[in-house]
């Protein structure tokens, strides 16, 4: 959309430069971000779009045209999104694990297939869930061994009918939900002409791996209840094809860069949809012979051969992540070490995370649909597997408390002594009445260091691993919790039980915390800053691992960026890009896919910028200092970075510039983009105040007067390299 603006020769204005601000995650409304009170849309729709203020209030004191890029609803948009955001987290955990694969090409390679393999488990694993709830607790138990409490004793009228007509009859319940599954990982923003990643491609491949693989396991779960009693030839025949459909889905995955090889692209891609089509019709197949076969089946209180179908699909998940943390921790082993965030080792931590909570979520559903249905009664408890996954949880739920409160308490010397040090430098002369402020900023300088010991955490809780797998070994030899914790602890049984209902309840408050704050991020704007960040964060990187995650905005608001810009490059002498938090990621992106003509006309100013501190080591394959080097190249080093040591998110990228550190090479322009601001100005209130000045910390501050001193800079280097 055009915004009206005549040709920059005709405009007002003292130097005809456009301010265009990016906001963070979360971020407020343009009225905010541009800090006037009426602001008209210039381009975009309701998600996301550029604003500009109306009338008097158009330009900043400086002279410069402001405007601002809005793109906060494109990761939510609407209520039904956001919450479906819920149910797809892990999805969408197990998706951003694979961008942070380490820059090491052989690790890298392992790292990709190996996440890709975790989200592949994470919808067996669904499937398994939703099949424990309509195969093993309502057909086989609710309707034949144990009627449940009424209406679910006479679910659609199958009670009484034979055992596969009513397993053929409900296994529709879990086709519908792949068919949900697939519905919700199809929606997707309004994309642009020219997306930042061409991945779409790949998730119709991946989209295809993923519904042959849910159908062959639902097909499996099926014919392994069937063939307990005795196998036909058919359904071996039907057992071993399905198996095999498993197999090819795995194989697909595990070859490094078949999916994303562009010479093998159709190949791959008629072959994932064959292998697709060929589940569809085994399942079609299965459901027949099941329904149709009237042997006699086996007596057992729950679905014959259901636990171990999901014993093993536990066991998988936990050998391929305990597979991932050990390939990521040598190779963070082998590489470099530094006082923050360790680069390349996030990925395990999000995938055990993503793997924690798939586990929690499908244990738990089964579990309180047993309890609500009625259909764990006397010695019929849940399932196994499911009991130890619950527990589990409660375990690693529980550690990582300790394991944070312990770092908490660890770190706090050296953090105080550190920010004492930063304090002590910023203030040398305190007066006693200033003395109980000082003590505020430095507590706010420790807070904010403690981001550099997540690196100790997160290799910790990747090590947490090992617990999981210990937990699928223990199912494989089909010993409930009751017995270990009597035979091996001398404990009574009912500690078990007592554990397991404080574990559910834990996921269910979970699930419950996850599905209102889902409903208040959306609604209440200053809930939203807080929790926003899950949801902007998780779904900025395009699907490249789970087909089924949430989509990617950055493919939209990355190319209207850079679009935008392009046009007002065309109409003022030159645009100024103004990107706080997440908005300096978004814009460097954006400076990436500038054409030379336009890069001549634009100057980068970013504060609060997590390009370096978070970025830069948890997607060190993609956002690296070569990365940002080229950026500062593209605008030809007119680029400052201002950041606080009170800001726990933000930092330098370059170089710290802190007083007292060593001087910058000269030869070197990228040591002079990072400009440390002290936080806050004084410690005590001014004459004209009646506030002392706050701590500002993450706070963008776009009107403070080291942002706008920053501004009229970078300013007066566009109009001398305008000629200006």
């Given amino acids: 959309m055009d915004d009206g603006s005549p040709p920059h020769r005709e405009r007002a204005g003292q130097h005809d430069i456009v301010e265009l601000r990016v906001h963070g995650v979360s971020g407020a409304r343009p009225e905010k971000i541009l800090g006037r009170a009426h602001v008209t849309q210039v381009s975009g729709d309701r998600s996301g779009g550029f604003h500009r203020p109306v009338g008097s209030d158009a330009t900043a004191p400086d002279g410069l045209t402001l405007e601002a890029y809005r793109w906060g609803d494109l990761p939510s948009g609407t209520v039904a999104r956001t919450l479906s955001l819920v149910f797809l987290l892990p999805f969408m955990l197990s998706n951003v694990a694979v961008w942070m694969r380490p820059t090491s090409r052989r690790s890298g390679a392992g790292v990709t297939v190996l996440c890709r393999l975790i989200a592949l488990n994470l919808t067996v694993l669904y499937v398994v869930s939703i099949a424990g709830v309509a195969l093993d607790l309502l057909a086989w138990r609710c309707l034949g061994v144990l009627p449940c409490r009424a209406p679910f004793d006479t679910v659609a009228g199958l009670d009484g009918r034979q055992v596969g007509l009513r397993l053929a009859v409900l296994a529709l319940l879990p086709i519908a939900a792949i068919g949900f599954l697939r519905l919700l990982g199809t929606r997707r923003p309004r994309p642009a002409g020219n997306p930042l990643w061409a991945v779409e491609p790949m998730v119709g491949r991946l989209r295809a791996i993923h519904v042959a693989a849910a159908f062959a396991v639902l097909s499996l779960t099926l014919l392994t209840a069937r063939t307990a009693g005795g196998a036909t030839a058919w359904t071996a025949v039907l057992l071993a094809l399905n198996a095999a459909v498993l197999l090819v889905c795995a194989g697909l995955l595990s070859v490094p860069g078949m999916l994303d090889r562009a010479a093998a692209k159709p190949t791959v891609t008629r072959a994932a949809s064959i292998v697709a089509a060929v589940a569809v019709a085994l399942s079609a197949a299965t459901l027949l012979t099941v329904a149709l076969d009237e042997r006699a089946w086996p007596s057992s209180e729950g679905l014959p051969g259901y636990d171990g179908v999901t014993n093993w699909a536990l066991l998988s998940q936990m050998t391929l992540l305990v597979a991932l943390s050990g390939l990521v921790l040598w190779h963070h082993g082998r590489g470099e070490r530094r006082n923050a965030l360790p680069r390349g080792l996030g990925a395990a931590v999000v995938a055990a995370i993503a793997v924690g909570l798939a586990g929690a979520f499908s244990a738990d559903l089964v579990y309180q649909s047993g309890d609500l249905l009625g259909g ?8 196994v597997p499911y009991q130890w996954t619950i527990l589990a949880f409660f375990l690693h739920a529980a550690a990582g408390v300790v394991l944070c409160a312990a770092l908490t308490l660890l770190s706090s010397r050296r953090r105080w002594r550190a920010a004492a040090a930063i304090t002590d430098r910023d203030f040398p002369a305190v007066t006693p009445a200033a003395v109980g402020r000082l003590r505020q900023v430095t507590k706010a300088v420790a807070r904010a260091r403690f981001a550099e010991w997540l690196g100790l955490l997160a290799v910790t809780y990747a090590a947490l691993a090992l617990i999981g797998l210990a937990v699928s070994l223990l199912r494989l030899f089909d010993l409930s919790p009751a017995q270990v914790v009597r035979r091996f602890f001398g404990l009574p049984a009912g500690s078990v039980d007592m554990g397991l209902t404080m574990g559910s309840t834990l996921v269910a408050l979970v699930v419950l915390a996850l599905l209102l704050g889902g409903v208040f991020a959306y609604r ?16 900025f990187w395009p699907r490249a691992a789970h087909p089924f995650a949430p989509p990617s905005y950055a493919d939209r608001a990355v190319p209207e960026l850079a679009d935008r810009i392009t046009q007002l490059t065309e109409r003022h002498r030159g645009v100024l890009l103004c990107g706080h938090s997440h908005g300096s990621v978004l814009l460097a992106l954006a400076v990436l896919r500038l054409p ?23 997607f060190p394959a993609y956002l690296n200092e070569d990365v940002l080097r080229k950026v500062g190249e593209r605008v030809e080093w007119r680029w400052l970075n201002l950041w606080r040591d009170t800001d726990p998110i933000g930092g330098w990228i370059f170089a710290a510039n802190r007083p007292g550190d060593p001087p910058p090479d000269p030869a070197d322009p990228a040591s002079r983009v990072d400009r440390r601001l002290r936080d ?16 500002r910390g993450h706070h963008p501050g776009e009107s403070d007067p080291q942002f706008r001193a920053a501004v009229r800079e970078l300013a007066g280097r566009l109009l001398d390299t305008d000629g200006g």
């Fill in 376 to 383: 764990y009664r006397g010695d019929a408890g849940p399932p």
């Fill in 596 to 618: 030379p003509r336009v890069r001549q006309r634009v100057a980068l100013l970013t504060y609060g910028s997590p390009l370096d501190r978070l970025y830069a080591r948890l």
């Fill in 524 to 539: 209440t704007a200053w809930f939203r800053r807080h929790v926003g960040i899950l949801w902007d964060l998780g779904t």
């Fill in 680 to 695: 806050p100005q004084d410690l005590l209130t001014s004459p004209m105040e009646r506030r002392p000045p706050p701590v």
